[in-house]
């Protein structure tokens, strides 16, 4: 019987497969496998900052311009001043992005835009935002920024529950929703999250 980690590589190989075939190499970061292969450990909770990210192609199947939305809703509550965004990608709707957040970037509450070292942000930051359609699973930044020490909000789509095991929560695409559960997510215990996602991590998808 196919295991859970036979099961991710088979469907990130055919989905993939066809999917790379569609786009050029500027608009994606993909990684060689769908396992995170680096250490679960050394992650330093104390240094981890009030921090979001959501790391995606800025695509319509992974649903920037609503995320964008949610944020600059989020970020009209003044209760969550101390918090930030790592808005991170490329792709077609980046001008469109780019436009939707100025207010935002130019506070500073946004960091926009491609980077190359993806990790070094995870390390620091506490919660990761997936909203991928028809399915976050698998997702190669979710394994990582699992391992990170991450909490989850993650769209409830295709076998997107694969990643969540008292880590996070899964969501309905609606925007209200989507902002409650966040603004909710913040109020829990962040660390034991992250924590939780480490051990889920090394547990079903770390080699």
Request: charged content about 25%; overall charge neutral.
């Amino acid at each position: 019987m196919c295991n859970l980690q036979c099961k991710m590589k088979s469907r990130f190989d055919n989905y993939f497969s066809n999917y790379l075939n569609n786009i050029s190499n500027s608009d994606t970061t993909i990684f060689e496998t769908p396992f995170y292969t680096g250490s679960v450990e050394g992650v330093s909770f104390e240094d981890k900052t009030n921090t979001i990210v959501f790391a995606h192609q800025f695509m319509e199947r992974k649903n920037p311009e609503l995320f964008a939305d949610i944020i600059i809703k989020f970020c009209e509550d003044k209760r969550y001043d101390s918090w930030k965004f790592g808005f991170h990608g490329r792709g077609p709707l980046e001008g469109l992005l780019k436009r939707k957040l100025k207010q935002q970037i130019d506070s500073g509450r946004v960091h926009f835009g491609f980077i190359y070292n993806l990790h070094e942000q995870l390390l620091q930051s506490k919660i990761f935002v997936s909203l991928i359609e028809p399915d976050n699973f698998p997702s190669q930044s979710i394994v990582e920024a699992m391992s990170t020490g991450n909490a989850l909000l993650v769209l409830n789509s295709g076998e997107s529950h694969h990643f969540i095991k008292e880590n996070g929560i899964l969501v309905k695409k609606d925007p209200e929703i989507i902002l409650e559960k966040l603004t909710s997510l913040i109020e829990k215990d962040l660390i034991r999250l992250g924590r939780n996602s480490q051990a889920l991590a090394k547990e079903k998808f770390a080699k």
